[in-house]
């Protein structure tokens, strides 16, 4: 197994945390008569029993298509309770400061400022580049958490995973790599967890797999952090149809393969559509399920598009992201209508 975790890492009460332990985790199953929780027996929508609070099932499963053991696994009601989880087991509020890339994913500044921990921006390089060195630089003794995202929202595009390499050494607490969209660039470090054991990974069922509405997140990590984060989540933190539909899902692979190959395919296209469109003025490079477009008038854009039905993500009150609009990869027709609209805004 990994190499150790270091236990200082981890928040002094969480660490002295006697978990709580729900009916469900003490028994293995199996049984045959279920009176342990004070449950309904009356069963006809099939949810009168509580989930299994560690997600056996779902956990194997999800082993099996990402090549994780289950102990480095934890299941949560979307990446969102990963991310907030991180903060409650690592971070001392009003002590500890934590660091990420600007621009990116704006909960790990909300998360950060719920949980009462100091959040340091460091702007990215011009063209988006990872400021590997002054992410260092930003990182001092009460450092417990670097987040960066690959490929990076919203920006779109991956960093090298030489870089995140580094990072995942040099950084003084942990390394969190938000890989949302890693199934759209083909990238990983999840292949490496297991050299790293200050490392995260988070992925989710919202994009690629297709269950935004289900509500659930992954987070990959050293077995110490994920039964960390187990003691402090709710109890049946991921509901019974959710786990239900995940195992779906897992069991339908193909599928998700070919809905991302499709939405690659369309990313290229629309990019190519729009780098000749004269509103547009840049398209950026995208790895993921979305372009970061430039205009002359983000507003105006934006309430052309409204107008015609089409809602997009403003993204122009973002350091560097001036003027932008970030415009999610649809279904073919989705993305025509977009590309009509956008050429005829140009009268
Ligand atoms: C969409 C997204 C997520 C997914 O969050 P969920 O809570 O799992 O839906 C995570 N990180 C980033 C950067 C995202 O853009």
Known sequence: MPSEFPQSLVRPAIRALAPYSTARDESEGGYDVYLDANESPYGASGLNRYPDPRWRSLRAAVGRQFD????QIFL???SDE???????VLCTPGRSNTVS???TYGMYGVAAAINGVEMREVPLKPGFGLPADDILQACDAQTAIVWVCSPNNPT???FPLDQLRRLAEAVPGILVVDEAYADFSGQSLLPELVRF???VVLRTFSKAWGLAGARLGMAFAHPDLVEYMCRVKYPYNVNLLTQRAAMQALGEPDRVRREVALTV???RRVAEALQSNLEILDVYPSDANFLLVRVADAAATYRSLAGKGIIVRRRDNLPMCQGCLRLSIGTPEENNKLLQ??????Q
Do not use: C, H, K, V
């Open 82 to 88: 990963a991310i907030d989880l991180l903060y409650r």
């Open 265 to 267: 395919s369309e990313r």
């Open 156 to 158: 779109g595009n991956a």
């Open 197 to 199: 054991p200050r490392l």
């Open 101 to 103: 890339i600007a621009p």
């Open 341 to 346: 609209a956008l050429t005829t805004t140009q």
């Open 76 to 78: 949560g009601n979307g």
């Open 68 to 71: 994780a053991a289950p102990e």
